[in-house]
């Protein structure tokens, strides 16, 4: 039912050639989140040139060098502050942040959880791997507990971080979660996101097969997105699934959704009646 | 959006303080987005912005942080607004590394520094002058800034045009560098930006296709492409070639990185400004900058009352330094004294550029040096020269 050519979607018409091939290791999930994203700017229509793409360091972080748009690639934990002020400064703009779970929960996890609670009309799309892929494979906030990775070389003793649940305490208006098994429904949530008027976070549980799985014996990709598939609990059979069986089970699928109102507009309002009266 | 504040008439003045003016000057060279984080002595700064700038269409916003707060001036800056934060010491130092990345993906901002004393917390509400060397050497890596000492109320204003007239004209960070007295000292001040045509980056024209968004022109300045304009570049913090994507081509990046000190050393006619009292025949030459200058002139004019002949050397460009206007003035000084409220950093550049060793007055307790203390010194120097 979901087929790309229906939808008349040629990635290769938002990815910049010259920079093809791209640097992800084979089986990274990364890839294909950014094909979700892609597919979900085609349908939405939004133009390239008014389409802005900020991102920080780590394997996330390069993916906006590929897309055909206004690209930044910033400071490690910076792209949510750097996006802020291009926000404020340019309304025009669609601005999104493609972020890692290391870059936004680790180092950018002050940005992280203020742009939740601004509300800025932004949208967020953090790619989860549990590890910090680009330096080696180290531990990252939202590394499993036991498993190893070249700084945990006695098994991870830190609870992992759930970045869905911290993004709705700090109020953000639009929270999501999805895999890059189901990529129509990834690319269905992650415009539900860019079209949410205020602050929109989207989480990919994405996965990375060479330095990760390697080091845990979690098997080839597919074996490891089959994993998370089955790890999962869309959140629109949260209350039909028997969740004593499955207490870690992560909720998919918009978890949370609300109007509260935009930070810009509300500025740019305020700015309007101040500049009209007396001063 | 940048456009010169026209409520500013062309005779206005009045009596503001250091910070006030700098918020004047930065509003009135057409500046309209600040970020800023909480922090004595600069606070001010921010304050009258929040109200001024929502005024003339701007935004004001206070972040998270201090590294947020220089990041979200870099981001509105790409998207082609004017755009300034204002710290003091420990968040002068938070901000460094993405000072750094303006200066290498070469987005014009404007960073005030307020100084005070430390080292870390060191002491908020007094003043000092020992972030000179910060200023220039702060984040990692090789790469050139401009930075400005202003020396009273009313230079604030006019420097902190310049500043943006600066960073927009070469497409780099300044920084606005001055003390604690004069940032909350009120002097008058003449408001005359309104005769002054501000600069404005230059932007991409011309088709796509030939665009090259670090391109080495005769300049070495490269044009900058707007958001929305159809150029969809890739901006980074990575070295990259002028085609702005990343590389590590050892041609490209040497090229790159000679171009970024080129674009500064080119145009050193614009950039370098400073202030030669009585240099000419004197035979002690003072070498200061900000409220230290201000108590030198005062020493300067009890000197040349007793006869004794004492000059000023002040740089208003502080980096790149003033090496050549310095070694012309004090040419013929037989003894050079650095008053400075710190522990050598202003001396440290003197004797490298004259190649001399210099007398110095450091004061770091947190005041400021007394015209007295600064006459006396001289005074006594001038009759042993």
């Given amino acids: 039912m979901f087929i790309d050519t229906a939808a008349e979607f040629d990635v290769r018409d938002y990815l910049r050639k010259e920079m093809m091939p791209h640097f992800l290791c084979p089986g990274c999930g990364h890839g294909i989140a950014l094909r979700a994203l892609l597919w979900a700017l085609h349908d939405l229509k939004i133009e390239k040139d008014k389409l802005a793409i900020v991102s920080g360091i780590g394997c996330a972080g390069r993916l906006s060098a590929y897309i055909d748009a206004n690209t930044f690639h910033v400071t490690h ?17 669609h601005v999104i942040v493609i972020t890692g779970d290391g870059d936004c929960l680790a180092i950018g996890g002050n940005h992280l959880i203020h742009a939740c609670r601004r509300n800025l009309k932004l949208t967020c799309l953090m790619l989860n791997n549990e590890v910090y892929g680009m330096t080696g494979g180290q531990v990252s906030p939202t590394t499993s507990e036991s498993m190893l990775t070249t700084t945990t070389p006695l098994g ?6 759930d970045a869905c649940a911290l993004a709705t ?8 979660r999805e895999v890059t098994h189901h990529v129509p429904k990834l690319k269905e949530l992650i415009k539900a996101g860019l079209e949410h008027p205020g602050f929109a976070f989207v989480e990919v549980l994405s996965d990375c097969t060479e330095i990760f799985g390697r080091k845990n014996d979690l098997g ?15 959140a629109a059979y949260a209350d039909t699934v028997d969740t004593p069986f499955r207490p870690n089970a992560m909720p998919t699928g918009v978890l949370v959704r609300n109007d509260r109102p935009e930070y810009g507009a509300a500025y740019r309002k305020a700015a309007a009646a101040l500049a009209g009266g007396a001063r | 959006m940048n456009a010169i504040d026209p409520s500013l008439g062309k005779s206005a003045a009045k009596l503001v303080s250091g910070n006030h003016a700098c918020a004047l000057g930065a509003v009135a060279a057409g500046c309209r987005f600040f970020a800023g984080y909480p922090i004595t002595p600069s606070s001010e700064i921010a304050e009258r912005l929040s109200r001024r700038l929502p005024e003339v269409g701007g935004v004001f916003v206070q972040m998270e942080d201090e590294i947020a707060a220089m990041a979200a001036v870099i981001g509105a800056s790409m998207g082609g607004v004017k755009a300034m934060t204002a710290t003091s010491g420990p968040g002068f130092s938070l901000k460094q590394e993405n000072i750094g990345y303006a200066a290498g993906a070469e987005i014009p901002c404007v960073i005030v520094n307020v100084m005070r004393g430390g080292p870390s917390t060191g002491m908020p509400t007094r003043p000092s002058q020992a972030d000179l060397m910060q200023a220039r050497w702060g984040s990692h890596g090789d790469y050139p800034i401009i930075a400005l000492t202003p020396g009273s109320v009313g230079e604030i204003y ?15 960070p300044v920084v ?3 003390d604690q007295v004069i940032a909350q000292l009120s ?10 045509v501000s600069a404005t980056r230059t932007w991409a024209s011309g088709p796509r296709e030939s665009y090259k968004p670090y391109a080495t022109g005769s300049d070495a300045i490269p044009a900058m492409a707007r958001p929305g304009d159809g150029y969809r570049v890739h901006t980074t913090g990575l070295t990259h070639s002028e085609t702005g994507f990343p590389t590590q081509q050892p041609e490209a990046v040497t090229r790159n990185l000679e171009r970024l000190f080129t674009k500064l050393e080119k145009h050193r006619d614009e950039i370098d400004s400073v202030e030669a009292l009585h240099c000419d025949d004197a035979d002690v030459l003072i070498v200061a900058i900000g409220i230290s200058a201000r108590a030198a002139i005062r020493a300067v004019e009890q000197c040349r009352e007793q006869g004794l002949r004492v000059g000023l050397f002040r740089p208003i460009t502080f980096w790149p330094f003033p090496d050549k206007q310095l070694r012309a003035a004090a040419a013929k000084a037989k003894a050079v004294l650095v008053p400075e409220m710190n522990t050598g950093q202003l001396q440290f550049v003197v004797e490298r550029t004259l190649g001399r060793a210099v007398d110095t007055i450091h004061l770091f307790s947190g005041e400021a040096i007394t015209p007295a203390d600064i006459a006396a010194r001289a ?4 009759k042993g020269a």
């Fill in chain 1, 77 to 93: 934990g910076r792209p949510l502050a750097y996006a802020t002020g291009l926000a404020l400064a340019r309304p025009d703009l």
């Fill in chain 1, 156 to 161: 991870n003793r830190e609870p992992h971080f």
């Fill in chain 1, 169 to 176: 305490a700090a109020g953000a208006g639009f929270v999501g």
């Fill in chain 1, 220 to 234: 080839s990709s597919p074996e490891m997105v089959m994993r998370q598939k089955s790890d999962i609990r869309p």
């Fill in chain 2, 158 to 172: 006019s420097e902190a045009i310049r500043a943006f007239d600066l960073a927009e004209r070469f497409r780099t």
């Fill in chain 2, 176 to 178: 606005l560098l001055y």
């Fill in chain 2, 187 to 196: 002097e008058t001040v003449a408001l005359d930006a309104a005769a002054r």
């Fill in chain 2, 379 to 382: 005074a006594a120097l001038a």
